[in-house]
């Protein structure tokens, strides 16, 4: 597809090691005309909930008559998707059109920067994927962002922009601790160093609390405190749950949401006091936009349910079966899936499961273990993935039973042979190639 072209385009022109920090970004940022000093932007950080999060306030303001521009990774069903526009993916002419005017400015900016013996700027492909988002979403002229980074925080390309309206921090687990740190307090402060104002979050522990409300930024090899008014949201009580969403109380006013889990409650309930606290500022919102756009939200491969045939899969369900996807890869994930298995499928499902080598294997499966009848392993067509025959041996070691397949759609059709029920997790490249475009 075309799309895909345009992805090959990117990694061809960027570097192939990841390289974090701001400065190169910034500085591409400004020799494009700094499109991000022209937009609205909320930014989002978390280890956990950033997509669902970012869902629900694509939704409400869009409802609200906003044009909103949405910027997430990794995509799964197609490259597009890390752009929306209102909801919906940016077009293949419209990712080509700024493909070209980011390439053109590049190159540019580095024959300028040649002719005075500076080295060129080499940006990574998440940077190049960065600095098409803001090029989109202000020549497109969007009223309003929302931004998610796509590792931490603090050197993430997405921080390089200047101003923001609103930082949100979803719920912060232990993820990416080759990068980002061994402890939680660790992890916490490289995403709180999004934080410049104003800011919302859940009630986390006190560990993680404390390095949200002391943001610092590194500023000639010192730490410089942050400015930091942080809202924690309140607690959402359930009224009730079915595979076809749920309802629930928040502050005293009632909400439906599509989505599925009690870890969803509380995205939910981040995504309505964000929405508050942007209703304060420069984009109002009714508590009607908040409502219709909270029960209109959906959020691809975490915790989808699908039941009979789907015409938009390439996947068959045989009659009276039900196919779930989760894109949990993380202990934090894995737990907010358990929750979501024991409450709507108590006797246990069968997994379709492949997992990425650099991620935590025995954390998932042990958390994943106590709800599954049994797995299928796969390897993933990642060059990270994990062996399916190392996978299927920390599965039996939890206990469960386990066959191999050599591809998620085999192990789908020999799962259904197993169960009525079946789960595929662990990773999110799993899903490449599942739903017609």
Known sequence: MFSDDIQQRIRQLSR???DLGLERTRELLDALDAPDDRLNCIHIAGTNGKG???????SILTEAGYKVGTYNSPSVGRYNERWLISGKPASDHLLDLYFRFVEEGIEAENKMRESFSLAPLHPTAFELETLIAFSMFAWEECDVCVIETGLGGRYDATNAMREKLLAVITPIGLDHTDVLGNTLSEIAAEKAAIIDGDAVTCP???????????PYRYE?????????RLKVCGEAKLISS??????????GEEYEIRMLGEHQ?????????????????????TREDIKRGLEKAVWHWRFEVFQNAQPDLYVDIPEGKTLVFDGAHNPHGADALATCLKRYFPNGVWAVMGMLKDKDVEG????????LLGATAITPNSPRALDKKQLADVLEAHGVKCELANDVKEGINRAFVRSDRVLVA?????FEGLRRK
């Open 220 to 228: 000639d090899g010192e730490k410089n405190l942050m400015p930091c």
């Open 426 to 430: 662990g990773s999110l490249t799993l």
């Open 16 to 18: 192939a090691e990841v």
């Open 52 to 58: 669902s999060v970012s869902a629900y306030l694509t």
């Open 265 to 285: 409650l509380t995205n939910a309930s981040i995504a309505i006091c964000a929405a508050e606290e942007l209703a304060k500022r420069r984009l109002p919102l």
């Open 242 to 251: 079915d595979l076809l969403g749920q309802r629930f109380e928040y502050e």
């Open 364 to 371: 998932v499966v042990q958390r994943l273990a106590p709800c």
């Open 204 to 214: 986390q522990s006190e560990e993680i609390m404390r390095e949200l409300r002391r």
